[in-house]
Each structure stands twice: as C-alpha cells, then as structure tokens.
C-alpha cells in the first residue's frame, strides 16, 4: 500500500481541525451567518460522510481519513458543509461545493472495503504445471521455477482469459 502523501491526524486534532474549517469557511462565503453544525468523526461510518438536517450534524469517517489523509476529509467536509445550504446534488449544490473547494465529485472508497482486482491472465508452466497470474499479458515469458533464464522449453502458455470464453 502506498502511504498517501496528504497529512493525518489523531481523532481529536481531526475534529477540531474541521471545527476550524467550518469556521473558516463560515466567515469567508457566508459572512458568518451559519451556525456551526456538530462536527462528528466517527469510526463506524464506513466512508465518506453526510450531513443530518435535524441535529444540524456533519458526520465524516475516521476510515477515510486513515485510509486518505487530510485531503480526502477536508473534501467530504467541504462537500457536507454546501449540503446545510442545499440538502440535495443539483447543479447549485456543485457551484456552491466548488465554491467551498470541494475538488473531488465522490468520496474515495476505503481501501480496506475495496474489492481485490482479479487478476485478468493466468498463464501454466507445461513442464511443471506452476501457474501465473497477471493481471496485463506478459510478454514472451518462460517459466522461472524450472529455470531463472529465459528457456524455450518452458514457455508459458496462456490459458486464460480465452479458457474463460469457451462455451460450457
Ligand atoms: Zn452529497
Ligand atoms: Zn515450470
């Protein structure tokens, strides 16, 4: 796993950071007139965030800022803040996201909840029957169990996906 390159923080340090946030973004775009929302990092959302109209609440996951850094929060943050103006996705709610310096249209999955990408070629040994995933085609490849150098007698085959595409 690549360690993101933005910033992260203790839980505690977060939410206040977004109180900051939301402070700042009060007092440059709406001159203020917001009443600051609660501001929950919370550890069993699973990603992204949302925002609660009735307890006038912003709830962001802990996950996500593991997983994605300060960025990443600071985004859904800034998206859920543009949704106590506009409780919907239309093209308001964007000019004003934009606005708030939300860059990004959807919140980054977890890397964890992410599905594992199945690896696309599987190519077999026909001497000792070893097989080789890869998820691009290799090119002229020959089977490194049987001899670390490139050897002819050991090339490997390709056996899927066209193996996929014969009919049962
Ligand atoms: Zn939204
Ligand atoms: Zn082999």
């Not at 709830?59 to 593991?66: A, D, M, N």
């Not at 943050?77 to 996705?89: G, K, S, W």
């Not at 890397?111 to 691009?136: D, E, M, N, S, T």
Request: charged fraction near 25%.
């Amino acid at each position: 796993m690549k360690p993101s390159a933005s910033p992260k923080l203790e839980l505690e340090t977060l939410q206040q950071e977004l109180c900051r946030e939301f402070d700042r973004l009060n007092a440059v775009h709406f001159a203020g007139r917001l009443s600051r929302p609660e501001i929950t990092v919370s550890a069993r959302k699973i990603y992204g965030g949302y925002y609660q109209p009735r307890l006038h609440r912003i709830v962001v996951s802990w996950q996500g800022h593991l997983d994605h850094g300060l960025e990443e929060t600071l985004n859904t943050f800034r998206h859920e803040v543009a949704h106590i103006v506009h409780p919907h996705h239309r093209a308001e709610f964007w000019t004003l996201a934009h606005t708030l310096g939300v860059t990004k249209r959807y919140a980054s999955t977890p890397l964890a909840a992410r599905p594992p990408r199945q690896p696309k070629y599987i190519y077999v040994c026909p001497a000792c029957g070893k097989k080789i995933f890869r998820h691009r085609r290799l090119k002229l490849s020959s089977c490194a169990a049987c001899d670390p150098k490139f050897n002819a007698k050991f090339l490997l085959k390709l056996i899927a996906p066209e193996i996929l595409k014969i009919p049962q």
